[in-house]
């Protein structure tokens, strides 16, 4: 999986800085090997939206997929009026800045948002961080608002549907497949 984000992430003609991943979906077919090789392609693109799939394939089969939805050049607002969401479900863990920064160096995520002082979580490490908790092989996450480093994030499953709260918010809704 993280062979396949860093393909993703260091792509030679697609820079993504300042976008924000609004939807990513993955799905593994086949167990990983150290003989995946990984073919992007860039499915639409325009000043608003980008959306990219990125295949790693064994033996030309595919054997894991993802396509990431980018938000290209968003200006980030103040909220003018936050409406806050008491933190439900159960405490899930908390990301350091310094994981934060280990997951920016080992996928070559460079964008300068997770490298601040109050840094955005990866969406593809909260991506990561859901597969293994859940064991999922297909999964698709919706992100609504930024989780920052050193905030605790809870989750509340509700059958196959998981919502991620931080800081009074819903940050993202992950379907499993």
Request: proline content about 2%.
């Amino acid at each position: 999986m993280l062979d396949l984000f860093k393909a993703f992430t260091t792509q030679d003609d697609f820079v993504y800085e300042g976008a924000f991943i609004a939807k990513v979906k993955y799905k593994q077919f086949r167990a990983e090997s150290d003989k995946e090789i990984y073919k992007n392609e860039v499915v639409k693109g325009n000043s608003k939206l980008c959306i990219l799939n990125c295949n790693g394939y064994i033996n030309d089969e595919i054997a894991e997929t993802l396509t990431v939805y980018l938000m290209m050049n968003v200006k980030v607002k103040e909220e003018t009026k936050k409406e806050t969401i008491q933190d439900v479900g159960t405490l899930w863990r908390t990301f350091s800045k310094e994981e934060i920064a280990e997951f920016s160096h080992r996928t070559g995520d460079t964008n300068s948002i997770h490298l601040t002082d109050n840094p955005v979580v990866q969406g593809l490490f909260l991506l990561k961080e859901l597969c293994s908790t859940t064991n999922a092989n297909e999964i698709e996450v919706k992100y609504v608002s930024p989780v920052y480093g050193c905030n605790p994030v809870y989750l509340k499953h509700e059958e196959n549907v998981i919502k991620g709260f931080s800081d009074g918010k819903l940050c993202f809704e992950a379907t499993i497949g």
